[in-house]
């Protein structure tokens, strides 16, 4: 941890510096005559011909070769933007050797806006103005239905259209376009502490005091925030933000959805007076460019964003909430592996302020480490106002037999034309995108796969096409079979979210639906709709995946019925029955949030599995204290850590080639235990053959040290990927 803490002193003559490519370690540079630089600035470098941005860094991190100093290039330029933090540095540092991962491609995620290189001009936007171009092609007419309501760069306006940046530029010479001067940098509303009066319970205000004080004490510590759906979790974290507010802190709020944060940010600006800025996929370009300059140069004191929020470079950072902790959705699957709940600890850690889990369904865990005394946990027991817990009752689809070709349990059926007598809303849950998960041919038994992977092709009826929910690929609805070329032969097996939303239609014909998945709520602005239909009663029955299971509100939802609570059972790893749990008792918490009391039906085929008879007897503490012995007895995490080395390529000789070398060379060490290789679950991905090995190794045992070791003294040919999933959540 050297360097934090202390002043940065700019660095003469030669400089560290890692560029942004992921491919080169970091490489020393001469600094030009009249250039200051400190460990942390941005700068743009010399490779061959090109001109490179990069960050200057510690020389004590990376050690590298010496390189004679009258070899070595100058610098090009200083970018106009603060360096970053000694705390930011130190953590990038450890996701990468925690992560395995490239520090250029963590740092990438700091820089991802492109603000730090990007211009300070004013930026030119457009925006529809009325006029109708007086040559009509589908293209212009496809941007102009797409894009009203929508000021942008061009670039952005071509993308929001999904047509060419020639058909723009077109529409803005036949003169369809006004131009405006954007400035690139943000004005941003500061938030009021003192903005809306907040009633707390004595529960509430205990726990309020006691993060205020953390708030106030600026040290490391991190809180489990441990309450059911609807004690309001929310409000109590929010006077710690005001406390931050006041300090002049900023504080950081990760959300594990973009969909969630259009709800966030109505309640934070009654709370505030005004919006947060938010920080997602979602931003147009200019917005995200102008946000993170406002963040780096600490005029935006209250961030709400996605995981890749984490690795901004705030100025002056006082307070980390992480919402909804337990959601598996802050584990990125792709690029570097990371776990923004655990990684935003370790940020708590190194910028030495206190940091928030909240959860009503606590991961085992962030449970664990309370236990073992790291974090401190805060509960809160009771429901706020005058709402009481739903009650929760199984249906054994084995006795409650839905009628042929149909998934709804009859008391399910009851219950939802009774909820509809009320004029009260209702929830049907199922997490499953899309109609029907496999399309088989009745002739010959042939099953739609996916040509780039291991998986089935899932049908989408509303758009009429078949996906692959892996790689992406999709292909048009086939009319006859594709192997005995049969017509009228194929058949849908198994339900998606669209065939129990055309179910309902059928048995309700009045009532009014809506389907939400993420691909219908696509975007916080579309969420931001659905939410505004429901609470103005416009529709009576929601069927949807486990978006819907989190982060809502709606007082006249009354009724939620699981259509499925075994799939989540299935496939057996070794989160399967928490997550079921933690999924089932969300969802559950959507019903009866108001004065009116709610009900929950589950169907499933086991009632006697633990995982349900705990939900039914509402025993969460019984449910978890069985479900962290059983992890205990079978040395899984959290009392033992896991790694899975993934290998691939097209070319399956040459992945299985390389994961032999890994499997063999495998180091023999106490405590650090080596399995596979393996083909893969999903043995084929996006076209390439997959390997696993996974190793369990003892908490003592010093995974990263000996991973790194073993892993770096090996070579396979260029075309093998080899990836380091640490911690894993996903098997496959
Ligand atoms: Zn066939
Ligand atoms: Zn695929």
């Known amino acids: 941890m050297a360097g934090m803490n202390r002043i940065d002193a700019p660095i003469k003559n030669r400089v560290r510096v890692i560029l942004l490519n992921a491919a080169l370690g970091p490489l020393d540079y001469r600094v030009p005559e009249g250039m200051t630089v400190l460990p942390g600035s941005i700068v743009m470098a010399p490779l061959g011909p090109r001109k490179v941005p990069g960050v200057v860094w510690d020389a004590d991190s990376f050690p590298v070769d010496e390189i004679d100093a009258k070899k070595l290039r100058p610098l090009l330029e200083l970018r106009d933007v603060p360096p970053l933090s000694a705390p930011l540095r130190r953590l990038i540092e450890w996701t990468a050797r925690y992560y395995f991962a490239s520090p250029a491609s963590v740092l990438r995620m700091v820089l991802s806006s492109g603000a730090a290189f990007a211009d300070n001009r004013p930026i030119t936007e457009y925006r529809l103005n009325g006029n109708a171009p007086a040559r009509m092609t589908p293209q212009r007419e496809q941007a102009l ?10 670039s952005e306006l071509a993308f929001r259209a999904d047509v060419s940046i020639a058909v723009i530029r077109g529409l803005e010479k036949a003169g369809a376009l006004d131009s405006s001067q954007a400035s690139p940098f943000a004005d941003i509303a500061r938030p009021d502490p003192d903005f809306a009066k907040v009633d707390l319970s004595d529960n509430q205000n205990t726990v309020s005091e006691t993060l205020i004080q953390a708030v106030q004490d600026s040290v490391f510590q991190p809180y489990l925030l441990d309450g059911v759906t609807g004690s309001g979790k929310t409000e109590v974290y929010f006077e710690a933000v005001a406390e931050a507010l006041r300090q002049d802190k900023q504080t950081l709020v990760l959300l594990p959805e973009i969909a969630l944060t259009e709800p966030f940010l109505d309640r934070f600006k009654a709370r505030f007076g005004t919006e947060p800025v938010a920080w997602h996929s979602g931003l147009k370009q200019s917005d995200r460019k102008r946000n993170w300059r406002a963040l780096a140069d600490g005029d935006a004191k209250v961030v709400v964003g996605a995981r890749s929020a984490l690795f901004l470079p705030y100025k002056n950072l006082g307070l980390i909430i992480v919402d909804e902790a337990h959601e598996v959705s802050f584990k990125q699957e792709d690029g570097v592996r990371y776990h923004a709940r ?8 190194y910028e030495k302020i206190p940091i928030v889990l909240a959860s009503a369904t606590p991961a085992i ?9 790291n974090y401190e946990l805060l509960e809160l027991p009771a429901r706020f106002g005058a709402a009481t817990l739903p009650e929760i009752q199984a249906l054994d689809l084995t006795q409650d037999i839905p009628a042929r070709g149909s998934w709804l349990a009859p008391t399910l059926i009851n219950a939802l034309e009774e909820n509809l007598g009320k004029g009260e809303q209702s929830l049907l849950f199922l997490n499953r995108r899309g ?4 399309t088989l041919c009745r002739t010959c038994g042939h099953r739609i796969n996916c040509p780039n992977c291991t998986a089935w092709m899932v049908e989408h009826r509303l758009t009429k096409r078949l996906a692959c929910h892996h790689c992406g690929h999709v292909m048009p609805q086939p009319e006859k079979c594709p192997e005995c070329s049969d017509e009228d032969s194929l058949v849908a097996c198994g339900p998606g979210v669209e065939r129990i939303c055309d179910e309902v239609k059928m048995l309700f014909p009045q009532a009014r639906t809506a389907i939400v998945t993420s691909d219908t709520i696509w975007s916080p602005a579309k969420a931001g709709e659905f939410v505004a239909q429901m609470e103005a009663g416009a529709i009576d029955i929601v069927v949807g995946t486990q978006l819907v299971t989190k982060g809502y509100h ?4 009354t009724l939620v019925g699981v259509v499925d609570a075994d799939i989540g ?10 997550r079921s749990f933690q999924q089932i008792s969300q969802v559950a918490g959507r019903a009866g949030r108001a004065e009116k009391p709610g009900h929950v039906y589950v169907q499933t085929r086991m009632p006697g599995a633990a995982v349900i008879q705990a939900l039914i007897k509402g025993d969460r503490d019984g449910f978890y204290d069985a479900e962290t012995e059983s992890r205990r007895a079978a040395a899984a995490p959290p009392f033992s850590r896991l790694a899975a080395v993934i290998v691939s390529s097209e070319d399956n000789a040459e992945a299985i080639e390389a994961a032999r070398l ?3 060379t495998a180091p023999k060490i106490e405590g650090f235990a080596v399995y596979g290789p393996a083909p893969a679950p999903l043995a084929m991905l996006r076209g390439r053959h997959r390997h696993r090995l996974l190793i369990h190794a003892h908490r003592s045992v010093e995974l990263q040290d000996i991973m790194h070791e073993w892993l770096e003294k090996l070579e396979w040919p260029r075309a093998v990927r080899v990836g380091v999933d640490v911690d894993p959540y996903s098997f496959v």
């Open 145 to 154: 239905e797409k894009l009203a309501d929508v000021q942008g760069t061009v």
């Open 342 to 349: 655990d990684v935003a600890v370790m940020r708590g850690l």
């Open 365 to 373: 865990e962030s449970r664990h480490q309370v236990e073992q005394g």
């Open 435 to 438: 109609f029907a998960p496999l």
């Open 554 to 557: 709606f007082p006249n939802l």
């Open 569 to 578: 059972l299935e496939g057996g790893d070794l989160r399967a029955a928490e």
């Open 662 to 664: 890994i499997g063999q």
